[in-house]
């Protein structure tokens, strides 16, 4: 099976239109990782805030276009377009919205987990250098409650007290997601080979670093937690994502070969059996 897996395209940012290549019509599949429309963001106090979705024409008519090539077009939200997903791919017949679902496709199981807020990356927010077990957000609040000299059923101090509220919302966050993406995961036949089709990649690679010029979190990994576990504890063929532009790229992460597809760009990647190939494709027209 070959696939076309789609980077974050961000239509209508400083007028950008485009549409598919002519020779995309070769491909089994499309996969597109989110952020297909794109949002004005502004500063306040230092911190990003979304405003309004610009490129809602362009990306309903681009996933007309794509609907056009008559073959599945499987797509989850982004961060920037979630609010509006739903509404972009509106009167298609061949996209499919696979966030928070599965869908067969030639004896692979896809499963599906995109945005749901502006500010995505690690459910869990902690300084990722000082943290020996990523892995654990539970431990890791163990650990931050035993250099404070306290556990949880001492009385915290009003400073700390406040963090570990924002931590639980975390830690509840991780949770459904992690529930989430394994729950759809486990519901593949035992013979089904299994892709996760998602907007964030996977936590502490090489494909979810942000660059050290970009305020208040340049420097740290801002990928999902809950992804990278499943594919530590289940076998997945293959993972496509986006996010992070400046890390477009091919990582192993525990034996699953992950795409990164980054900004504007298109990949083929080929699937047979266990091996998974990716190579560059034709870019969308202008």
Not at 29 to 38: C, F, N, S, Y
Not at 84 to 110: K, P, S
Not at 260 to 275: F, K
Request: proline share 5%; net charge negative.
């Amino acid at each position: 099976m070959q696939l076309l897996v789609l980077g974050d395209l961000h239509l209508g940012e400083d007028g950008f239109v485009v549409d598919p290549h002519p020779s995309w019509d070769r491909f089994d599949a499309v996969l597109t990782v989110g952020d297909v429309a794109h949002s004005r963001v502004t500063l306040t106090d230092g911190k990003p805030q979304q405003e309004e979705l610009v490129g809602v024409e362009e990306a309903r008519v681009f996933f007309r276009r794509l609907d056009d090539l008559g073959v599945p077009v499987l797509t989850v939200p982004g961060n920037h377009d979630y609010r509006r997903h739903t509404d972009l791919i509106r009167g298609t017949t061949q996209v499919r919205n696979v966030h928070r679902e599965t869908c067969a496709l030639e004896g692979y199981h896809v499963v599906g987990l995109g945005s749901e807020r502006f500010d995505d990356g690690p459910e869990v927010r902690y300084d990722p250098e000082a943290v020996a077990e990523a892995d654990d957000p539970d431990a890791w609040l163990e650990r931050t409650l035993d250099r404070a000299g306290c556990s949880e059923a001492d009385a915290i101090p009003a400073e700390l007290g406040d963090r570990i509220g924002e931590f639980e919302s975390q830690f509840a966050t991780y949770t459904d997601r992690y529930e989430t993406l394994q729950s759809l995961v486990t519901e593949a036949e035992a013979s089904a080979r299994r892709i996760v089709l998602t907007h964030v990649p996977p936590f502490d690679t090489s494909l979810d670093r942000i660059t050290k010029s970009v305020p208040r979190i340049g420097g740290r990994h801002w990928g999902s937690i809950a992804l990278k576990n499943v594919l530590i504890r289940h076998d997945i063929s293959f993972v496509a994502c986006g996010h992070i532009h400046e890390r477009e790229g091919v990582e192993t992460v525990a034996g699953t070969t992950c795409l990164n597809a980054g900004s504007r760009s298109a990949y083929a990647v080929t699937l047979e059996g266990e091996d998974v190939s990716i190579t560059d494709v034709e870019s969308p027209v202008e």
